[in-house]
Each structure stands twice: as structure tokens, then as C-alpha cells.
């Protein structure tokens, strides 16, 4: 099955403690995305990667870094979380030769920052 | 980054009415594109809008690219309530890869 996998689900944290949450897609896409979701603003983009060893900052990149060793994985790291990271995380991916629109998200991530 | 205005930002309505909702852009869009997410879920891709004044449909969806290339909108006729989620309007202008999204609208449906 065709599928964005995330991981973990839920997390809830402490000030300060480094933390990744992972993402896997199995369609060999070479397009993947993080976006943050929180209430009313919709989904901001976070980072972007278009292929291997290649990132990009998006809308809201402060306090994240994003790393994309293999075609299928691109996790997202939270060097010193703050409260302000409290939300809701989407990865998605997408083959370069279709739509931008054309994104596969996986179930979301949500994180909680105390 | 750029804005998507959507309104409006929830709906409930009765089940068997109809829904309208839409985006408006300070900006020029290529493409427009209307997500469901459902409670729990990641969004999914309704319909995509390719050109302006495309209007294009999906079974009881029915979405319009504007003339003007800066607004779009989505309608659900005859709702039941699986239709429930909130629905998000996105799009992409000339700047790369990057996706922008409008806050979302909530829509519940009363059986």
C-alpha cells in the first residue's frame, strides 16, 4: 500500500529536549515536505527537499532542521523545542513530474512542548 | 509568504443543503487545489484546478479556478454527514515547489 508513514503519533515533551519525528514514503517520490498545522492558519510549510542531499527552508523553518540521506526518509529535528512548536506536524511527498498539488500526506504527528 | 483568505472559517449545516465556501489571494495562482481532512487524518487532494476559469467537478463537489487567477471555490451539494472535516484551499504560484494554504473550514453536518 502506498503510504506516507510518521512517527511517533504523539509526543508530548519538555523544554529543551532534542526530539525527531520521522518520515517514510514507499512511492519513490522524489518531492517531501513538513508542514505544521495550527488552528486557523492552515498547513505552513516548515522545510522542503527536491531529491537526495538537497533542502530547502519553507514558510516557518526557525527552530527546525531537516536532513534527506535516502530517497525515502526525511526526518524532521527539534534541536531545543519550545512551547511555541506545540502542534500538529504533516509530512507529505509527491513525484516531481506531477502537480505540486498532488501531495500524499502521511497521518500527522501531534507534539506537545511543555 | 503569501495569504489565502478562506471563509468561511466553519459551517453547520443541516444534512441535504448545500455548501459553499471560498479563497482569496492577494496574489496570482497557477494552480489551485481543494484538501479534505478528516478527524486524524492527513489531508487528501478533492480536486485540482489547473486553469483560470476551469470549473471542474467531483461526484457532488463542484470547484471553480476565478477568472482573475486569485480566488477559487468549493461546493458540496446535497451534503451528508460524512462530508464532515475541514476542508483547505491551496495554491501555487511561480515561486518553485511551495504550496500555500488557506486557514481551513470547518464543516459539520447535522443528520
Known amino acids: 500500500e502506498a503510504q506516507v508513514t510518521q512517527n511517533p503519533r504523539y509526543l508530548i515533551t519538555v523544554t529543551g529536549k532534542k526530539l525527531t519525528v520521522t518520515c517514510s514514503q514507499n512511492?519513490?517520490?522524489?518531492?517531501m515536505s513538513w508542514y505544521r498545522q495550527d488552528p486557523g492558519l492552515g498547513l505552513r510549510q516548515i522545510y522542503y527537499s527536491m531529491n537526495v542531499e538537497v533542502t530547502d527552508k519553507g514558510d516557518v523553518p526557525e527552530g527546525y532542521k531537516v536532513s534527506r540521506k535516502e530517497k525515502r526518509n526525511f526526518p524532521l529535528i527539534l534541536e531545543s523545542p519550545s512551547p511555541n512548536q506545540t502542534s500538529l506536524y504533516f509530512c507529505?511527498?509527491?513525484?516531481?513530474?506531477?502537480?505540486?498539488?498532488?501531495?500524499?500526506f502521511g497521518e500527522g504527528s501531534r507534539l506537545t512542548v511543555l | 509568504g503569501q495569504q489565502l483568505n478562506q471563509s468561511p472559517q466553519s459551517m453547520f449545516i443541516q444534512e441535504g443543503e448545500d455548501v459553499s465556501m471560498n479563497c482569496t489571494s492577494s496574489?496570482?495562482?497557477?494552480?489551485w487545489l481543494w484538501y479534505k481532512q478528516e478527524p486524524g487524518e492527513g489531508p487528501v487532494l478533492l480536486i485540482a484546478l489547473y486553469k483560470a476559469g476551469e470549473l471542474t467537478s467531483n461526484g457532488r463537489l463542484t470547484a471553480q479556478f476565478g477568472i482573475t487567477r486569485k480566488d477559487s471555490f468549493l461546493n458540496i451539494s446535497a451534503s451528508i454527514p460524512s462530508d464532515v472535516g475541514i476542508y483547505f484551499c491551496a495554491g501555487q504560484g511561480n515561486a518553485g515547489n511551495m504550496l500555500t494554504f488557506g486557514g481551513g473550514t470547518r464543516l459539520m453536518v447535522k443528520p
Open positions: 512511492m519513490n517520490h522524489e518531492y
Open positions: 507529505a511527498s509527491r513525484r516531481l513530474d506531477r502537480s505540486t498539488g498532488e501531495l500524499f
Open positions: 496574489s496570482i495562482f497557477n494552480t
